[in-house]
T-cell receptor
Framework: KNEVEQSPQNLTAQEGEFITINCSYS?????LHWLQQHPGGGIVSLFM???GKKKHGRLIATINIQEKHSSLHITASHPRDSAVYIC?????????FGTGTSLTVIP | NAGVTQTPKFQVLKTGQSMTLQCAQD?????MSWYRQDPGMGLRLIHY???????DQGEVPNGYNVSRSTTEDFPLRLLSAAPSQTSVYFC??????????FGDGTRLSIL
């Protein structure tokens, strides 16, 4: 049973393309997190959302609580955006994670 | 400001050995947690703590112990290592219901 489902699993884009990664979840949550994991393995937090939309530079994250769905958008993608993007939900004191979307941006 | 410090970065153990993975944070965070990351499965919560003296089990706690005697430290103990515990382990800390800060990970192999 996967509480968090991400799609697509793998994504290849040309530099400059608009990218969307989707996340659906099945549990009640207090917040949803988007994380980025670089090829070296380090994990950084990009966004924490409980409603609406957040923007940071070329990254935009949205959440629809009623539909239990979130999207991460990257505008004007760049090779340095190549990484694994992970969706995680916070419910109670526990976190559940998607399996990640591996993004490769080709120059 | 060191953030979240995990040691060691790499470790090889033999089946049945015990060891402790160290995790320390200097941000006065209440919430600390340990995860394992396996291919195709995503991160899974092992144990977590909401403050000094308080720990609880996550999704995959069997074979692991934790303690939280101080706000800063949250060690993870493998009591008797098994090959199924070969994984990459991450420690994280943050305020409760705040963004989490992750350590660099420990790559653990058990032979």
């Amino acid at each position: 049973k996967n509480e968090v489902e991400q799609s697509p699993q793998n994504l290849t884009a040309q530099e400059g393309e608009f990218i969307t990664i989707n996340c659906s979840y099945s549990v009640g949550i207090s917040a949803l997190h988007w994380l980025q994991q670089h090829p070296g393995g380090g994990i950084v937090s990009l966004f924490m959302l409980s409603s609406g939309k957040k923007k940071h530079g070329r990254l935009i994250a949205t959440i629809n609580i009623q539909e239990k769905h979130s999207s991460l958008h990257i505008t004007a993608s760049h090779p340095r955006d190549s990484a694994v993007y992970i969706c995680a939900v916070h419910t109670g004191n526990q976190f559940y994670f998607g399996t990640g979307t591996s993004l490769t941006v080709i120059p | 400001n060191a953030g979240v410090t995990q040691t060691p970065k790499f470790q090889v153990l033999k089946t049945g050995q015990s060891m402790t993975l160290q995790c320390a944070q200097d941000m006065n965070h209440e919430y600390m947690s340990w995860y394992r990351q396996d291919p195709g499965m995503g991160l899974r919560l092992i144990h977590y703590s909401v403050g000094a003296g308080i720990t609880d089990q996550g999704e995959v706690p069997n074979g692991y112990n934790v303690s939280r005697s101080t706000t800063e430290d949250f060690p993870l103990r493998l009591l008797s290592a098994a090959p199924s515990q070969t994984s990459v382990y991450f420690c994280a800390s943050g305020g409760i219901e705040q963004p989490q800060h992750f350590g660099d990970g420990t790559r653990l192999s058990i032979l």
